[in-house]
């Protein structure tokens, strides 16, 4: 009779550890493969994030209307201000959809705001404030270093707030320029021009 002949100890480790070997190397290989598509996924989450906040940020500058508003006090504030002693944005913008048909205005008040590394959109329900008339705000940009807006004169001037000190200006500028700082993808900025800015 024939002996049966099986596999000794020494090639039974050897297979164990070219077994090991090509886990070890799938396994970092698929370590790889997450991670990059977990990466891209954050890349493309915060692209989104931000070309959300640019379509908002543009559509409010692109409709903005010379309607002045007044305040909770009863003083008439600008149709558009912005910079030393304003929020960082402020304006009235046409085009606020009404899918309801309730009996209010087209015209909206809208303010962007920059606080705690984010950037914030608030928007009335009314254009003439009460005392009770609040805003409802939504965070639309994070991690933001820096924000800096500047507005273009009817002299092609371009000035950090508005409205300009001077009378006789126009009340709506030629274009508004948004340069933001963020900490992860460093400036982007993006420029715009006001319609019925400088007449």
Do not use: C, K
Request: net charge negative; aromatic share 8%.
């Amino acid at each position: 009779m024939r002996r049966q002949r099986g596999f000794t100890l020494l090639e039974l480790l050897v297979a164990l550890g070219i077994f090991g070997l090509v886990a070890a190397m799938a396994f970092s290989g698929l370590r790889t493969v997450l991670d990059a598509r977990e990466q891209t996924a954050r890349h493309a989450e915060r692209l989104a994030e931000l070309e959300r906040t640019m379509l908002f940020l543009g559509r409010d500058v692109i409709q903005t209307v010379d309607r002045p508003i007044r305040d909770e006090l009863g003083d008439t504030r600008p149709a558009l201000s912005g910079g030393e002693g304003h929020p960082a944005l402020e304006l009235t913008r046409s085009g606020w959809a009404n899918p309801t048909g309730a009996q209010r205005s087209t015209l909206q008040r809208v303010g962007w705001e920059f606080r705690e590394e984010r950037l914030y959109r608030s928007a009335w329900r009314v254009l003439d404030r009460a005392h009770d008339s609040e805003p409802y705000s939504v965070p639309m940009l994070r991690g933001v270093r820096e924000l800096t807006i500047r507005f273009l004169d009817a002299d092609r001037e371009w000035s950090d707030s508005w409205p300009p000190p001077e009378e006789n200006t126009p009340t709506l500028p030629l274009a508004i320029s948004v340069s933001l700082e963020l900490e992860d993808w460093g400036a982007v900025e993006r420029l715009w021009m006001v319609p019925g800015g400088g007449v």
